[in-house]
């Protein structure tokens, strides 16, 4: 029986979630699996993923077949290397204990690589964060200042207004003393 260890879709629409499953490659996409290695979620960032590494590679050396997108998953948690060690020690090449002093080094480095990357993103985050509470800032400054400035066009026009009333009551008695004038 040919096995594949591919990606099984759960999850909703627009809202994937996965399984990562041993099965017969003649079996459905999501249909019956051999056995369940792990998890991926691809929409948080950095993607979450869940694997049994040891699981997987017993798979591998039982010849499944993974398919890409999940051998990048495989390659990208450690087991593809642990399967190249384990093939080294098959051959004589490296002892036990070299291969998983090897594979111990990678995954440390692969923690820090991880870590840097959401420390990054944490970083961008606040960033952005920030620019955006300057620009808020920027926008209640202007804000601020275009309603004193149509405030104090308006005062001034108020002022005027009753300038020219003021100006306006005092005209018509005057053209009257000057009419009692003309008639006298």
Known sequence: MPVKIRLQRHGRKGKPFYWIVAADSRAK??????????????????????LDVDGSVEWLRNGAQPTDTAKRILSY??????HHLLK???????TEEEANKKFDAWLEEKAAKVTSK????????????????EAEKEVNEKRKAAAAEAEAEANAAEEAATEETAAEGEEPAVEGEENKEAEA
């Open 77 to 82: 948690k450690g087991a593809m290397l642990k």
């Open 118 to 133: 959401v420390e990054g993103l944490a970083k961008a985050e606040e960033e952005a964060k920030a620019k955006a509470l």
């Open 88 to 94: 080294g020690v098959d051959k004589g090449a490296l």
């Open 29 to 50: 996409r999501d249909g019956k699996f051999l056995e369940k290695l792990g998890t991926y979620n691809p929409t948080s960032n950095p993607a979450q993923i869940e």
